[in-house]
């Protein structure tokens, strides 16, 4: 009995999978490049808000009125950070440390915000919202998170602070303790008042009243609702 035919075989089936792995490969390497140049850029970008907070803190309350792009920064940067958690996982050094980042650039922006409030009595209204990416801590927290999307998109004047409540954070930890803030998870905190599990956008409108009175605002200015877009958390 020959042999040749195996033998071809063994050969032809070998090529094929160094042939794909060397693919899989060249893939995986490209795709690690781009994740290192956005990482690179992530980290300007933070070192630039981090400038702009202390600016921010000096100037005149005009010029905070009218000129605050912190907001939109930490927007992009948040949707950098999904991307890396998407490709990379929740658990990679790499996200753990950018999300870290994030969240101190978060919990800085809303101090500032209630600066701002306080001494110029302007700004938007703060929600805060905290999930939970551990696998069956929070199986309500995607929904909720497509749902706070559609929230921010129909009330530009309300921000919303997302934070993964299990992040091993000592700056959370004691926003957490101040804010009292406790499972079960998802938990919306806005105005004093602590919502704990899902609610869906028009519930959110009757346990808020600022909600509300921004609703009968755009709702006399004829503004339409924009349909809901999922918002990945």
């Known amino acids: 009995m020959s042999l040749r035919p195996y033998i071809a075989a063994f050969l032809i089936t070998s090529a094929m999978f160094l042939a794909a792995f060397g693919v899989n490969y060249l893939f995986d390497k490209k795709r690690l490049s781009v994740l290192q140049g956005m990482e690179e850029r992530l980290a300007l970008d933070i070192l630039s808000l981090e400038t702009q907070f202390d600016l921010f803190d000096a100037v005149s309350c005009n010029q905070l009125e009218e000129n605050n792009p912190i907001t939109a920064e930490l927007s992009e940067l948040g949707t950098k950070l999904a991307f890396m958690e998407g490709e990379l996982g929740a658990d990679d050094p790499r996200v753990v440390q950018l999300k870290k980042t994030y969240t101190l650039l978060s919990i800085k922006d809303l101090i500032l915000l209630q600066r701002v409030k306080k001494r110029c009595n302007v700004g938007p209204i703060p929600l805060l919202y905290f999930y939970s990416n551990k696998p069956g801590a929070c199986p309500d927290c995607q929904r909720q ?9 129909a009330f530009p004047e309300v921000r919303i602070y997302s934070f993964d409540y299990d992040l091993p954070l000592s700056a959370l930890q004691t926003l957490k303790a101040i804010m009292k803030t ?3 998870l998802p938990v919306l905190q806005m105005e004093g008042r602590m919502l704990h599990g899902f609610h869906s956008f028009d519930d959110l409108i009757r346990q808020f009243p600022s909600l509300e009175r921004l609703q009968e605002k755009h709702s006399s200015s004829s503004q339409p609702y924009p349909t809901t877009t999922p918002r990945k958390r």
Not at 145 to 153: E, I, N, P, Q, S
């Open 145 to 153: 998170g497509y749902v706070l999307t559609r929230l921010a998109r």
């Open 182 to 184: 406790s499972p079960p």
